[in-house]
């Protein structure tokens, strides 16, 4: 039973690209959330996601992010026209109906 | 606005003694809280929760405590091993499914 899967593990873009972050939810979870982390900080919570539904997108920032979970496929968080602090570990996280959020490995973006 | 403290950024014990790491809170609506490890390189891994109608749970090594009155949690790691080695995030949530909001983390290291 695979965990979840991100991908790229890493990521180098240079400013102005867009960057483009996979997630795999582990099998049977339809519930997704992506989390940033900014060096010597906790993760925070950027957006959730259900197939096709974006739940809450709080933490995001309001422009140039966007993220989708289609029906079939990877969720994915795209980052356009990206700057230098941009540059984080992206985490995704995956769920059932229980409590517990079950963490991919990241991505780790970097903007030069 | 910090609604998770973890108030030590890092913790040094030795080998066979106790961990005990820290979590303060701030939301009173918290209604699970969860532990997770982190090694470097690496995504959050689920540790331990607790419900806000318990005070303790333990699994193993690991036991978690919850005085919500005083809107504080703890996690012990008895006894501690090198392997124990790594960041501990403190992430309450509100209920299930619904996004986590972490602690900054303590970094312990159990030295041999």
């Known amino acids: 039973n695979a965990g979840v899967m991100q991908n790229p593990r890493h990521l180098v873009r240079r400013r102005g690209q867009e960057a483009r972050l996979r997630c795999s939810p582990m099998k049977g979870h339809s519930h997704v959330y992506w989390y940033r982390q900014l060096p010597e900080e906790g993760l925070k919570f950027m957006v959730y996601?259900?197939?096709?539904?974006?739940?809450?997108e709080s933490g995001m920032p309001k422009e140039r992010f966007s993220a989708e979970f289609p029906k079939e496929g990877p969720s994915i968080l795209r980052i356009q026209q990206v700057v230098r602090g941009d540059s984080a570990a992206y985490f995704c996280?995956?769920?059932?109906?229980?409590?517990?959020?079950?963490f991919g490995p990241g991505t780790r973006l970097t903007v030069l | 606005d910090q609604q998770v403290k973890q108030n030590s950024p890092s913790l040094s014990v030795q080998e066979g003694r106790i961990s005990i790491l820290n979590c303060d809170y701030t939301?009173?609506?918290?209604?699970?809280f969860l532990w997770y490890k982190k090694y470097p390189a690496e995504g959050p891994t689920f540790l331990i929760s607790i419900s806000s109608i318990k005070d303790k749970n333990e699994d193993g090594r690991f036991t978690v405590f919850l005085n919500k009155s005083a809107k504080h949690l703890s996690l012990h790691i008895v006894p501690s091993q090198p392997g124990d080695s790594a960041v501990y995030f403190c992430a309450p949530d509100l209920s299930g499914n619904t996004p986590l909001v972490f602690g900054k983390g303590t970094r312990l290291s159990v030295i041999a």
């Open positions: 939301n009173s609506m918290f209604d699970y």
């Open positions: 996280a995956s769920s059932t109906t229980g409590i517990a959020q079950y």
């Open positions: 996601l259900q197939k096709e539904n974006i739940i809450d």
